[in-house]
């Protein structure tokens, strides 16, 4: 086992992470941007360091700082968290040359799966379900004889995109052109490559991810799904698991299939394959997340595995001590995202001083944050500041317990969305399961 880590991270990923160093023993070193110094991964880490300026370009993403951070603190290892670093190739190939181990899959397996081309191949190759589409296009004119054998609506998406970013529907031949060139474009811009692909478009579905457990020794294990069919421009708000609209078949059909899937490309670590569940059973794979999911807690919850450890240990080289067969599913979790945004005025980001906060409790209530009373938010980085899960016997109940929490959460000082999360817990949609991807526009 490693004796210390170092965190490229913030926030609450960061503070989850130090947690659950602590309790195995292991030494935490926290590195931070100039903006993020009264933060409170900053205290609670064993050792800190400023690493760059506010932006992330200058800390967090500040590859040359953060190894020289980790070889001068003698750390054995760095822990990337989620968004950042995390799923970059070159940064997890930067750790293996200064001899320090990357808590993520091999370089090779996040550029493998980072590519949606190669990654529909590669899941192919596995007899995995794809969605319809096209190898990567070479012009527009290329993208006009593959729709038309497509058919519309259709997605043009980002070969290298993420994040809802590179991805543009098109719903007719006249439409094709301009966002051809806008996905390229954005692709471009936000991630170093314009090569784009067309994929059908599939509504209403469910968006189904997998959570997948690897170790160095061949073993693999799915540990169940989670449905994230709440969201909002492709950004998830709500996620629960299990997914109440999955039948015991299709769930036995959709681990087999991940497990194969993570067997196929000789996946380690922890990682997450997203699929597109239709209204007849059917489901399709989307991509692969190489990385801790922000939405990990409900499977913990429901699983009572402890995700961020094992992370930690297979990266160590331990080996899994249960198999697939040992996994057992009780109970429902419900995880909320709270952000500070104001959902009634354009979901307009908010920043401020919390002024006052109090945080719900109650058995299997959890709240994943980094702010407190006096902290003041700053305005450089992602809205989330905390997620919200409850877990209960039932779906009903946990919904219930969910709200009765989210009533409870008090933060004063800046505008947060734990009023609008409560309305969509009562939406009709939501109650009966029957929500999809698209639901909360038609909500809004």
């Known amino acids: 086992m490693f004796t210390k880590i170092l965190i490229a991270n913030r926030g609450e990923i960061a503070i989850r992470i130090i947690r659950a160093c602590r309790e195995m023993g292991v030494s935490t070193v926290a590195v931070f941007s100039e903006a993020d110094r009264e933060s409170l991964h900053v205290s609670l880490a064993d050792e800190s360091y400023c690493i760059g300026g506010a932006l992330s370009k200058d800390s967090y993403l500040n590859m040359s700082a953060i190894l020289s951070a980790a070889t001068a603190t003698k750390s054995e290892a760095i822990h990337p968290g989620y968004g ?25 397996t996040i550029s493998l799966m980072g590519d949606k081309d190669k990654a529909r191949r590669a899941m192919q190759e596995a007899e995995v379900p794809v969605i319809p589409g096209c190898d990567l296009l070479t012009d527009l004119s290329h993208a006009k004889k593959e729709a038309k054998k497509i058919g519309f609506p259709l997605l043009i998406k980002a070969r290298s995109g993420g994040g809802g970013r ?23 811009a936000a991630f170093g490559d314009g090569a784009v692909y067309l994929e059908k478009y599939l509504s209403p579905v469910k968006h189904i991810e997998m959570q997948l457990l690897a170790d160095h020794f061949g073993n693999v294990v799915c540990l169940g799904e989670r449905d994230c069919s709440t ?20 769930r036995k059909r959709m681990i087999d299939a991940t497990i194969k899937a993570g067997t196929t490309v000789g996946y380690r670590g922890v990682g997450t394959i997203e699929y597109l569940y239709d209204h007849n059973g059917n489901f399709f794979f989307m991509e692969m997340n190489t990385r801790l999911q922000v939405e990990h807690p ?17 990266a160590a080289g331990m080996k899994l001590d249960f198999s697939q067969e040992d996994i057992v599913f009780k109970g429902h979790a419900i995880e909320c995202r709270i952000n500070a945004e104001d959902p009634y005025k354009s979901f307009q980001p908010s920043v401020g001083t919390i002024e006052m906060l109090h945080i719900p409790n109650g058995p299997w209530i959890r709240f994943d944050s980094a702010i407190y009373q006096g902290y003041a938010i700053p305005p450089y980085y992602d809205s989330m500041i905390g997620k919200l899960i409850v877990y209960a016997k039932t779906r009903d109940e946990a919904i219930r317990k969910m709200k009765a929490a989210l009533c409870e959460l008090i933060i004063e000082g800046v505008v947060h969305n734990t009023s609008f999360q409560a309305d969509i817990l009562s939406a009709e949609e939501f109650v009966n399961s029957t929500y999809t991807t698209d639901y909360l526009g038609a909500y809004l």
């Open 231 to 250: 969201q909002r421009k492709n950004q998830k708000l709500i996620e629960e698991s299990p997914a109440e609209v999955i039948s015991a078949e299709t």
């Open 166 to 188: 590179g991805i543009r529907l098109v719903r007719s031949m006249d439409e094709l052109s301009p966002c051809y060139q806008a996905a390229a474009s954005e692709g471009l």
């Open 298 to 314: 409900v499977t913990e919850m429901v699983t009572l595995v402890d995700l961020v450890k094992w992370q930690i240990r297979v």
């Open 84 to 108: 950042f670093l995390s799923e970059n190739a070159t940064f997890a190939k930067l750790c293996t040359e200064h001899n320090i181990v990357f808590i993520g899959p091999e370089a090779e």
